[in-house]
């Protein structure tokens, strides 16, 4: 069984998706992670992002694969491990940049085509629903307000004791969510078979007691 999880940056994918892969036992694959390895490589080349030439020639030459440590997924850019270096807002940034060139698409959705064909895997990303796993079993578009979205980052970012605007964050996510939906190669938006989930006032036991009882309603988990 595959559990598809779409959505906007900040929805809580992840987090949802790692409980739900330990609750029942799936193999959480993190695609985000993916494109941002690759938009790591463009930063560190300091290629620009309006470069589809050069960034679809890098695509030929990079090597991105994933690994499992402990149950945690680790990315591999020609063969580092990255996973320490992706989750600055630079990067988030610029993956979504990289990510409207197809080359990059099509590189990266046949890793992940590849790496659900023989296990359970429950896989969020922007896709995964409508071109990656269109045969997924359970396929949620899960989605917040902005604000709420904005303001649950900024409460990382503070936990972590970095200072931030929540201002400048909200206005952050909304130029990543107007790229990411309206990119002409395989865009952001709830497949038509997915069940929208609105994650705005749920805490996130609610959200992933939902999806458990749509995955339990299509398989024999409890
Ligand atoms: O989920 P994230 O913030 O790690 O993703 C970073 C960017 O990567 C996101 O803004 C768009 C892109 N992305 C994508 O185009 N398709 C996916 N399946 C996953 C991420």
Redesign the pocket.
């Known amino acids: 069984m595959n559990i598809a999880i779409d959505g906007p940056?900040g929805a809580g994918?992840?987090t949802i998706a790692k409980r739900l892969a330990k609750e029942l036992g799936f193999v959480y694959v993190?695609?985000?992670?993916m494109?941002?390895a690759m938009a790591l490589y463009v930063l560190e080349q300091e290629i620009n992002a309006s470069e589809e030439e050069e960034i679809s020639a890098a695509v030929e030459e990079i090597d991105i694969s994933i690994r499992y440590q402990d149950g945690e997924q680790q990315v591999f850019l020609n063969g580092e491990n990255v996973n320490g270096k992706i989750r600055r807002e630079e990067v988030?940034n610029m993956?979504?940049a990289v990510?409207v060139y197809p080359k990059v698409?099509r590189k990266l959705t046949a890793l992940q085509q590849k790496l659900a064909a023989d296990t359970d895997v429950i896989m969020?990303?922007?896709?995964?629903g409508t071109c990656?796993l269109p045969g997924a079993e359970v396929k949620i578009y899960l989605t917040a307000s902005t604000l709420a979205r904005a303001k649950r980052r900024y409460d990382e970012l503070q936990a972590k004791g970095e200072s931030c605007d929540l201002e400048a964050i909200r206005l952050d996510i909304e130029e990543?969510d107007e790229r990411?939906m309206n990119r002409a190669a395989s865009p952001?938006r709830q497949a038509e078979d997915a069940f929208l989930l609105d994650s705005s006032d749920k805490t996130i036991e609610e959200v992933v007691a939902i999806i458990r009882e749509m995955a339990a309603a299509k398989g024999s988990f409890s």
């Open positions: 940056a994918k992840s993190d695609t985000g992670a494109y941002r988030g993956a979504s990510s698409r969020d990303g922007r896709d995964i990656v990543r990411d952001l």
